[in-house]
């Protein structure tokens, strides 16, 4: 809530009842079947001396940021609802991406509690992320290496016909499982479900709805080839082979996504997932990570990725400031929706090579210029 939008929602107690001070007045006098006659503002305004009027503004004219010490910029200042005190959202570390239209603590009085690290043992991971059994122990042998090289070699080859490539997990296991388990703490941290593929919940948008064919303008079909490079990738994420990637936390980005190898040019890095919903329910989402999945000429079929409840890895990759020279450098990522057999999929794609410890990003505004990146480190 922003300071010019605070409204007083106080309840008062009257004879062990709860009204709001909007209300009506109740009978107040036990022994008068009457209830007490009121002046009207006319007559009151004709025996006053003078008429003050309050700006409800004026309670926090003097509202300022408690990071930079500024009053100015009130629209894009946010207000504790525990103790009142200012912050600009571009202020804040991590920083906040629009005003919340709904309740907002600050970290002193949210008490967030500390990451909690996932614990690095293959049975939980195994679980968390609905491997395979017996997968893992399998990952990595000398006969399926040959084969991931092979294929990797034969994309590569074509690579001028813009193939794309499947990336190529991390050898060690148990870096493996250091990659996955940082995966999981970020994903226990805001309290989500793994899900490696778009879902389907009652009361949200069916699966029927995501068709490709509604998209205005039409959708870039996924080839053959490439399509067989997908299914490729979602094989090796279920055998527990996982991309090369680590999510980190940053104080000022919170958490984000890091290279653990050298990756090379058009390779897959992953699916963004989530739960898909028409765009409609969502309009006044306050979810920083919502994907556009279809654009229909019909608005009322529009559809979004929602990774609130349910995601993966693409919930944590970080978007560029697309306001100035240096934020534009850093993009190594494309976001690309396909028609893959019919239906709409978003897939992030390395538009260069990337260099081990490179931490990842990519336009939030490729369709719509509507994300507000300005702030964005």
């Not at 001070?21 to 305004?45: D, M, N, Q, V």
């Not at 571009?90 to 629009?98: E, H, K, M, S, T």
């Not at 491997?131 to 990595?140: H, V, Y």
């Not at 090369?244 to 990756?263: H, K, M, Q, W, Y």
């Amino acid at each position: 809530m922003t300071p010019s939008t605070i409204t007083a929602q106080k309840t008062l107690c009257l004879n062990n009842s709860v009204r709001k001070r909007t209300e009506a007045p109740r009978f107040l006098c036990p022994h008068s079947s009457h209830p007490k006659k009121y002046k009207s503002l006319t007559e009151i305004l004709q025996t006053a001396q003078h008429a003050v009027i309050i700006d409800d503004d004026d309670e926090y004219g003097d509202v300022v940021c408690e990071e930079c010490g500024s009053g100015d910029g009130g629209s894009e200042m946010v207000l504790c609802d525990k103790c009142d005190r200012g912050f600009h959202i571009y202020c804040l570390r991590p920083i906040v991406v629009r005003v919340p239209t709904g309740p907002w603590f600050c970290s002193n009085c949210s008490r967030k509690k500390r990451v909690r690290m996932f614990p690095l043992m293959q049975t939980k991971i195994v679980d968390f992320f609905r491997i395979q059994k017996g997968a893992m122990e399998k990952c990595g042998s000398p006969k399926d290496g040959r084969k991931r090289r092979r294929r990797s070699m034969h994309l590569a080859m074509c690579k001028k016909r813009r193939r794309l490539l499947p990336f190529i997990p991390t050898e060690d296991p148990e870096r493996r499982l250091e990659q996955m388990g940082s995966l999981a703490t970020a994903l226990t941290a805001l309290r989500m479900e793994f899900s490696n593929e778009l879902t389907y919940m009652p009361g949200m948008a069916p699966r029927s709805a995501n068709q490709a064919k509604l998209e205005r303008g039409g959708m870039q079909v996924l080839s053959k080839e490439d399509t067989e490079t997908l299914i490729l990738c979602r094989t090796m994420c279920r055998r527990g082979e996982w991309p090369p990637l680590v999510v980190v936390f940053d104080s000022c980005e919170g958490f984000t996504v890091e290279a653990d190898r050298n990756i090379k040019d058009l390779t897959i890095i992953t699916e963004y997932t989530g739960d898909v919903d028409y765009l409609k329910n969502r309009e006044n989402d306050d979810g920083d990570s919502m994907m556009t999945l279809l654009l229909s000429a019909e608005s009322s079929e529009s559809l979004v990725i929602c990774p609130d409840k349910r995601g993966n890895i693409a919930r944590f990759i970080n978007g560029i400031n697309n306001h100035t020279q240096e934020g534009r450098k850093k993009q190594n990522l494309k976001c690309v929706r396909y028609n893959v057999d019919g239906e709409c999929h978003v897939l992030l794609v390395a538009t260069r090579d990337i260099a081990k410890g490179e931490r990842l990003y990519y336009d939030y505004n490729g369709y719509e210029q509507e994300y507000p990146t300005q702030h964005f480190v």
